[in-house]
């Protein structure tokens, strides 16, 4: 849906700063309603004010880039927290509560909220998942990402009936079967979150939109049956998280929040978020510094002498520089820094400034892309596959677990790795494509009536049998 950029943002008197720059991929940044409910979403989200959600800075539309500016968090994901390798890795049940619990303060604000005639704004994540929870150097936790989903289901609403955005193994019972959510259902997902920081597996296989209504919200299973050392009552925390009926769950984050800091006082004592800040330099501290070093480089001055940005400027190619190399912008998924593309092919290069009017309460401010250069001889490790699937209701699979409903986004795998894409309709017809390094940019899949294959993959994708 977006893509994340490392940006500099200036203003009067040498005032700068690093920030995180969310753009809206063009196909949806053309789209007039998506623009208007993106952007509705997006200042109420920017009414969040707490230390536990990351903060938006500014919002708005140059040159028809749709953008957001938010806070720059020096840090990771708690997805890289939970699998710093390649295989997943549990947190102790107190470092799981004490992320859990903050995320949980963050999420609490934000239901909370009220306009200023007092009346409640109703806000829902709808996307709570490792991803959107990250963790800053100093081990502060924030909540990312709010309101993008809501605007992805309400253009989905006049455009495509069914379709679910968010990732299906975090979501509600109610929520995958697109009914109405409150923020009981973000109560859910971070069940889901904190069972699989402290077992290192999801509850469910899967939580499958179009199976629900005939079979029903499986039970999950107990956490101690994964991880024995999971203790008795935080295990009665996670299982009231995730219990299908709305009401038996936790009635606010708020309330979650509480039992969770009960448990963490009578089981551990103090633990604060330098405890976590310890786990994440152990975990993930190599990888930090590179990438600090690395965007610390990039967003440096650049610009020739004598070159500033005009006040009211909009989206322009920058400062003026003889036989400058183009470079598409490399984009990262989540706040935390840049997606890496691997080893000593990254290098800062010039770029393109945006000049935007991003305020900083002085000045118009100016924002630079910060990106990485690739060899010319190679495809881009970062760019995305797009999977583009009729009917817009199959669910789509990616090596087991569930990515959601209709075409999907899917980060191109490193060379000698494939990807399983499975796509199934209601009525049993599937397919199955593995996606490599060397795969197109769009792959189109059509199973819009029983027994039609799908559109034969393009070179670089081979298409497997479907598991029966």
Known sequence: ??????????????????????????????????????????NLASKIHHRNVVEILDLGDTDGVLFL?????????????????????????????????????????????????????????????????????DGTV????????????????????G??????????????????????????????VLFEAVTGALPFQVLHDLVLPQTGVPEPPRPTLIAPHCPRDLEEIIVKALARDPRKRFQTAGEMASVLEDFLMRRSGVVTPAHVAELL???????????????????????????RPKPGATLSAGPPSEGRRSARPVPRQGLGGLMRAG????????????????????????????ALSRPRDQRSLVDPIAVQIEPSAAVVRLNGVVLGVGSQVIARPMPGVSLSVDVRTSDGVSQ??????????RIQLNLARKGEAGTAAPPGSRVAPAPR
């Not at 809206?24 to 053309?30: G, Y």
């Not at 199955?432 to 940019?441: G, Y």
Request: proline content about 6%; hydrophobic content about 45%; glycine content about 8%.
């Open 343 to 370: 080893g000593d092919a990254l290098r800062p290069v010039a770029l393109p400034w945006l000049v935007a009017s991003v305020s900083t309460g002085v000045a118009v401010a100016s924002l630079m892309f910060v």
């Open 142 to 161: 924030k909540v990312a990402d709010f309101g993008i989903v809501k605007a992805f289901e309400r253009l989905g609403d006049t455009t495509q009936t």
């Open 69 to 137: 500016v938010m806070e720059w968090i020096d840090g990771q994901t708690m997805q890289q927290l939970l699998r710093p390798g390649l295989r997943p890795m549990p947190l102790s049940p107190a470092i799981a509560s004490r992320i859990v619990a903050d995320a949980a303060h963050g999420l609490h604000a934000a239901h909370d909220l009220h306009d200023d005639r007092g009346e409640p704004l109703g806000i829902v994540h709808r996307d709570v998942c490792p991803q959107n929870i990250l963790i800053d150097r």
């Open 1 to 42: 849906m977006a893509q994340v950029w490392a940006a500099r943002m200036e203003g009067s008197r040498g005032f700068h700063k690093v920030v995180a720059l969310k753009t809206l991929i063009p196909a949806l940044a053309r789209d007039p309603q998506f623009q208007r409910m993106f952007l509705d979403e997006a």
């Open 432 to 441: 199955t494509v593995e996606i490599t390094s060397e795969s197109p940019a």
């Open 163 to 192: 379709e679910i955005k968010g990732k299906g193994e975090y979501m509600s019972p109610e929520q995958a079967q697109g009914q109405p959510v409150d923020r009981r259902s973000d109560i859910f997902s971070l069940g889901v």
């Open 281 to 307: 330099l152990e975990r993930c501290g190599e990888s930090m510094e590179e990438e600090r070093q690395r965007i610390a480089a990039a967003v440096a001055p650049q610009q020739r002498a004598g070159w």
